[in-house]
């Protein structure tokens, strides 16, 4: 294909080799012996959730684009690699940081209800929440962020044409690729219920004989391509407010949708200040609301401070209880306070404030659980799904990029905007679209994240970067609904309390509580031994979901160490060695 005869040519003019496999053979220094190795490069890393995505970014890395463009390359790329997660029709959040200015900025790409969303737009006549139409309709859209937040990102930060950009996207698009065993077994698991009551949908997602891919087989998505080169040409214009803007709408109003094409004229990405604080001698720079990652990870950190995590021991009872019973004070928490902070008060510093997690750690008896039933009322059981996806990027000057983004579910809600191959996200179920009854992953929502116009909904979406002495040195996130914070929690004190590696730290057993239900989810590789003490202390433990897929760099010393999340078998580090 034209697309990697070309990629060879810029490895060959670069003199550059790509490495793409799991370095068995490197031995990266750390403070402790590992059983697992990160992938080690020198000049600078990218790591995603499958192979194709990451190989474009790094390229671009080697063509001297900074982070920034291969964060956008890498973005794109994913909208037609990955289409579960990566996309043009959802939204996310970006994390950079500027080596030079030793700036982080956060940018918040978010959905937006549609001017014409109403508070109980997915309520039946009795009152009860019509889940098909939250999740299944034309109704289900926010309006889309993605290209606005990509092309923000590049017009402001990054050095390459757009073009340069955008165009291994457009050919892998056009040319086709092969299906992974992972994309193929995604296609039939998540999106084929949904995606074949779609026309548009089931033309793309289905092969020629109306079956699902097998791995092998060449996924070619003409209209995306279509799309893509639109964007190339005339960039946010082309979305917002022309062909593409035509073609959405157009779809919108064949199928009972809402959506105007003043919504998309209106669409503004919103550029945050990050939440900074302080963790064991680094800053960590979180996205603030709408995401309630950064404040409530801050907040559990908080609750821990005062406790010795490493003389716990990693996995071991004590330090699971710990973090469970921290979990619940903050799901909590987030049920009633997080929202949008451009509609709703969001007291952002009450919740942060040491004070406050010095009186919930009070609370806490390190020999019993607190039933959830003691924090606030009780609610029913969740249904999760392993959705949304993150990339972590970092160039050889120290710029980084912490990125995830999402259509909501796997394949959004399944539907095709006809003739432009874009997935429309489904991201109006993570409003509360009843206060007090939970969504699609269990969680509850306050009277903050009830459903406005031109609002945003309250996500659980974490990118994170770490800096030590005001350098960036470890970018990470995950896919994961209402476990993604926990995940990154976990993540974070793996590497930084614990001292194991990104690889190891990656790897070990996580474990995930959100108040509600009142119950811990523990990864089947954890010790039977520890499962059983966290039970005699109360604890009811769900065994054996696996929990977020974190996409994670290190930059120390000179060099980057990559680790791409074993729980999803096409996930990549590739680095420029
Ligand atoms: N839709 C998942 C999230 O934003 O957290």
């Known amino acids: 294909m034209a697309f990697f005869r070309s990629l060879l040519v810029s490895f060959a003019l670069t003199g550059l080799v790509i490495t793409a496999v799991l370095a068995q053979d490197q031995t990266p220094i750390y403070e402790r012996a590992s059983a697992y190795s990160p992938v080690v490069a020198t000049g600078g890393m990218v790591v995603a959730q499958e192979g194709f995505a990451p190989r474009i970014g790094a390229d671009i890395l080697a063509q001297g684009g900074n982070a920034i463009d291969a964060a956008v390359a890498t973005g794109f790329a994913l909208a037609v690699t990955l289409p579960r997660a990566g996309n043009l029709g959802g939204g996310g959040f970006m994390l950079i940081h500027l ?45 889309p962020g993605t290209v606005a937040g990509l092309l923000y990102a590049h017009e402001k930060y990054g050095t390459l044409p757009l073009e340069t950009l955008l165009s291994p996207a457009i050919t892998l698009a056009e040319e086709g690729f092969a299906v992974s065993f992972d994309l193929a077994r995604a296609l039939k698991r998540y999106g084929s219920r949904t995606m074949s009551k779609n026309p548009a949908a089931k033309k793309i997602f289905f092969n020629e004989d109306g079956g699902f891919y097998a791995p092998g087989e060449i996924l070619v998505q003409s209209d995306l391509a279509w799309s893509l080169r639109q964007i190339a040409q005339s960039g946010r214009r082309a979305f917002y407010d022309g062909p593409i803007a035509e073609r959405l709408i157009a779809d919108m109003e064949a199928n009972g949708g809402i959506m105007t094409r003043e919504d998309l004229r209106r669409y503004k990405i919103a550029v945050r200040k990050p939440i900074i604080s ?141 003739g432009t191959g874009i997935l429309l996200n489904n991201e109006m179920d993570d409003f509360a679209v009843k206060p007090g009854v939970p969504n699609a992953f269990g969680l509850t929502g306050g009277e903050a994240n009830a459903i406005e116009p031109g609002k945003r909904p309250l996500s659980s979406m974490t990118p994170v970067i770490v800096l030590k002495d005001g350098k960036a040195m470890l970018a990470t996130g995950s896919p994961g609904g209402s476990t993604i914070i926990t995940t990154v929690l976990q993540t974070l004190i793996n590497r930084l309390v614990h001292g194991l590696n990104v690889a190891e730290a990656t790897s070990r057993p996580r474990i995930h509580h959100q108040w509600l239900p009142d119950l811990i989810s523990i990864e089947g590789h954890a010790s039977p031994d520890t499962i059983a003490l966290l039970e005699a202390k109360g604890h009811t433990l769900r065994v054996g979901r696996v929990l977020g897929a974190t996409e994670t760099i290190e930059m120390r010393d000179g060099l980057f160490y990559g680790a791409a999340d074993p729980r999803r078998p096409a996930a990549r580090a590739v680095g420029i060695p």
Not at 101 to 124: C, N, V
């Open 99 to 143: 080596a030079e200015s030793g700036e982080t900025i956060a940018l918040d790409y978010r959905e937006k209800a549609p001017q014409a969303a109403t508070r109980d737009m997915f309520l039946g006549p009795g009152g009860e929440v019509d889940k098909r139409k939250a999740f299944f309709s034309h109704l289900s859209a926010g309006v």
């Open 278 to 418: 302080t963790f064991q001698g680094h800053e960590i720079a979180l996205m603030p609301p709408p995401s309630s990652g950064g404040v409530h990870i801050v907040q559990m950190l908080n609750i821990m401070a005062g406790d010795d995590l490493a003389a716990m021991g990693q996995g071991s009872a004590d330090s699971y209880h710990l973090m469970a019973e921290a979990m619940k004070y903050a799901y909590a928490d987030r049920s009633k306070y997080l929202g949008d902070p451009d509609f709703a008060e969001v007291p952002v510093e009450a919740l942060m404030d040491p004070a406050y997690a010095t009186a919930i750690r009070a609370k806490i008896d390190m020999d019993k659980a607190t039933p959830s039933s003691a924090i606030k009322a009780a609610a029913k059981l969740p249904y999760e799904s392993p959705d949304t996806t993150h990339y972590s990027v970092a160039d050889k000057d120290g710029n980084m990029v912490s990125n995830t983004y999402t259509l909501n579910f796997s394949y959004g809600s399944g539907r095709v905007a006809a």
